[in-house]
T-cell receptor
Framework: AQTVTQSQPEMSVQEAETVTLSCTYDTSENNYYLFWYKQPPSRQMILVIRQEAYKQQNATENRFSVNFQKAAKSFSLKISDSQLGDTAMYFCAFMKRSGQAGTALIFGKGTTLSVSS | DADVTQTPRNRITKTGKRIMLECSQTKGHDRMYWYRQDPGLGLRLIYYSFDVKDINKGEISDGYSVSRQAQAKFSLSLESAIPNQTALYFC?????????????FGPGTRLTVL
């Protein structure tokens, strides 16, 4: 069975600074996807970034980037130039790949990020 | 209009009552999921459906049942609600044909069982 571990329940950062959220996972699968989702106080789940395991290049989306270390089963999220709107709970998630499709998501317990001015 | 909708958005009920949470989507996706979120536990999978005729149990299906009435509709039922089913419930959808496997979430239903 796959597991996802987020070891930082809470983090805080000042506006404009950089913060890194940690995620490790355990799997015997070779083909899978990894995701970071953001949940602001509105409780809506918003996809931040995704990574396909077969791609060595780390995914980036504007101020968000990941450090994907497949051998170490590590998938950290770096937020650059933090903004107040980044305040949210962040979930790391794993998805096994089945043929051309994925399956359901397995989530970590989340990291609450607070950005202050 | 939202692509994935959930009704109701909030519900308070009593122990022993039957409750149905509904999910509808206009995205044309074939796959639908129900997750439950508890504080400090993240989201956990209850049931998922890859098409109308395909229903699968997730990690925590005990005490729940589902119905996929159509491609666009996926309902979650609590036959006899109990207080530890108090949680935030999310419906999600995904599309095999898109190839990117992103799941799109509804706004959530906050359920309180007294």
């Amino acid at each position: 069975a796959q597991t996802v571990t987020q070891s930082q329940p809470e983090m805080s950062v000042q506006e404009a600074e950089t913060v890194t959220l940690s995620c490790t996972y355990d799997t015997s699968e070779n083909n899978y996807y990894l995701f970071w989702y953001k949940q602001p106080p509105s409780r809506q789940m918003i996809l931040v970034i995704r990574q396909e395991a077969y791609k060595q290049q780390n995914a980036t989306e504007n101020r968000f980037s990941v450090n994907f270390q497949k051998a170490a089963k590590s998938f950290s999220l770096k937020i650059s130039d933090s903004q107040l709107g980044d305040t949210a709970m962040y979930f790391c998630a794993f998805m096994k790949r089945s043929g051309q499709a994925g399956t359901a998501l397995i989530f970590g317990k989340g990291t609450t990020l607070s950005v202050s001015s | 209009d939202a692509d994935v909708t959930q009704t109701p958005r909030n519900r308070i009920t009593k122990t022993g009552k039957r409750i149905m949470l509904e999910c509808s989507q206009t995205k044309g996706h074939d796959r639908m999921y129900w997750y439950r979120q508890d504080p400090g536990l993240g989201l956990r999978l209850i049931y998922y459906s890859f098409d109308v005729k395909d229903i699968n149990k997730g990690e925590i299906s005990d005490g729940y049942s589902v119905s996929r009435q159509a491609q666009a509709k996926f309902s979650l039922s609590l036959e006899s609600a109990i207080p530890n089913q108090t949680a935030l419930y999310f419906c999600a959808t995904s599309d095999v044909a898109s190839g990117n496997n992103e799941q799109f979430f509804g706004p959530g239903t906050r359920l309180t069982v007294l």
